[in-house]
């Protein structure tokens, strides 16, 4: 009984919140407004993620380890580069956001860089 009077104030509660105008925000501009080139690319790039997801997650079993992980770092190339298109702006105007991101550009470089030396010491050690 008390847990069906908890939903019931839950419930309750939800659409007086979801009915309320005043807590509504205003859109800046109208939904129906053509797109910049940043937004497309970061739908895109957000899309080409999940779709990524979705590969790793439906190809379980099938493929190996190594190309789960290969996958993973796609993902986090893609981030990467969407951060950069989202913030590079703050370059120009920011001298420090722009040192952190090279900064951070190198690291996410020489993560890659450590996968692909990963493989090519694994090649050697099974031609051995």
């Given at each position: ?28 501009r ?8 940043r ?19 439906v190809?379980?079993?099938r ?27 703050t ?15 190198v ?16 090649r ?5």
């Amino acid at each position: 009984m008390r847990l069906g009077a908890w939903r019931a104030g839950f419930a309750l509660f939800s659409i007086s919140l979801c009915c309320n105008r005043a807590l509504a925000q205003q859109l800046p501009r109208p939904i129906e407004a053509e797109l910049t080139g940043r937004e497309k690319f970061l739908a895109v790039a957000i899309g080409t993620m999940m779709l990524c997801g979705i590969l790793s997650f439906v190809m379980r079993g099938r493929i190996s380890e190594r190309t789960h992980v290969a996958i993973a770092l796609f993902v986090v190339l893609i981030g990467g580069f969407s951060l950069l298109v989202l913030f590079g702006g703050t370059l120009y105007d920011v001298p420090l956001a722009a040192a952190l991101i090279l900064l951070l550009l190198v690291g996410m470089f020489k993560l890659m860089s450590t996968f692909e030396s990963g493989l090519k010491t694994e090649r050697k050690s099974t031609k051995d």
